[in-house]
């Protein structure tokens, strides 16, 4: 069973940077998309960064465009996320997502969830 661990949240100041990480452990093939996205309370969740196409591409929000950057660790099935100049607006909980596939059904992909790390703007 393939399952996603995050760190990296926490209470920072407006402007201030945090690092966010996601690796993911157990039976992976190959990985399709591996991704930050966020949520706050009554709206969707949504896509901040994301490796996708294999990691051959990455999209961006464009709310944060410029000041976040997604990095990946290949070896390690791990993506990061640098937040940086951090807003307000900023404040939600952030989820890992990964779309990967298995050894005995390659090509057949499934998405996994991290279990969410809260990130908080706020002076």
């Known amino acids: 069973q393939v399952q996603l661990v995050e760190t990296g949240g926490g209470l920072v100041q407006p402007g201030g940077s945090l690092r966010l990480s996601c690796a993911a452990s157990?039976?992976?093939?190959?990985?399709?998309?591996m991704g930050w996205y966020r949520q706050t309370p009554g709206n969707e969740r949504e896509l901040v960064a994301a490796?996708?196409?294999?990691?051959?591409?990455?999209n961006y929000a464009d709310s944060v465009k410029g000041r976040f950057t997604i990095s990946k660790d290949n070896a390690k099935n791990a993506v990061y996320l640098q937040m940086n100049s951090l807003k307000p607006e900023d404040t939600a909980v952030y989820y890992c997502?990964?779309?990967?596939?298995?050894?005995?059904?390659?090509?057949?992909?499934?998405?996994?969830w991290g279990q969410g790390t809260l990130v908080t703007v706020s002076s």
């Open positions: 490796f996708t196409s294999g990691g051959r591409s990455s």
């Open positions: 157990g039976s992976i093939f190959s990985i399709d998309a």
């Open positions: 997502l990964l779309k990967y596939d298995e050894s005995f059904l390659p090509g057949v992909y499934l998405e996994v």
